[in-house]
């Protein structure tokens, strides 16, 4: 099975940039459908960001669309979401999961693996 490091968060005025990275081992990152979440204190875990291992679709949550970019690095084994324009209500614990699952999800129970987080603070 895969596991998952994400990384990269930390704490950014609003409009700044930041780049996550998760770094897969065990598996090639390829071969799985990735996704990425957030957690807000006090909330619940919600969808960013989506990409499928077959045909490379990406889905996008509407408040990140436009803002934030999912990119894979076969040769790294690693996936990056690119976060642009970051407001204070992108603050949150960023996760990423896989899943080897036909169909892309967009709900947490569509994944299997899951790394331990990066916390991300936008300032106002």
């Known amino acids: 099975q895969v596991q998952l490091v994400e990384s990269g968060g930390g704490l950014v005025q609003a409009g700044g940039s930041l780049r996550l990275s998760c770094a897969a081992s065990g598996r090639t990152v390829s071969s799985y459908n990735i996704g990425w979440f957030r957690q807000a204190p006090g909330k619940e875990r919600e969808f960013v960001a989506a990409n499928s291992r077959i045909g490379g679709s990406t889905y996008y949550a509407d408040s990140v669309k436009g803002r934030f970019t999912f990119s894979r690095d076969n040769a790294k084994n690693t996936v990056y979401l690119q976060m642009n324009s970051l407001k204070p209500e992108d603050t949150a614990v960023y996760y990423c999961?896989?899943?080897?699952?036909?169909?892309?999800?967009?709900?947490?129970?569509?994944?299997?693996?899951w790394g331990q987080g990066t916390q991300v603070t936008v300032s106002s």
């Open positions: 999961a896989a899943t080897r699952t036909l169909v892309v999800a967009t709900s947490t129970a569509g994944y299997d693996f």
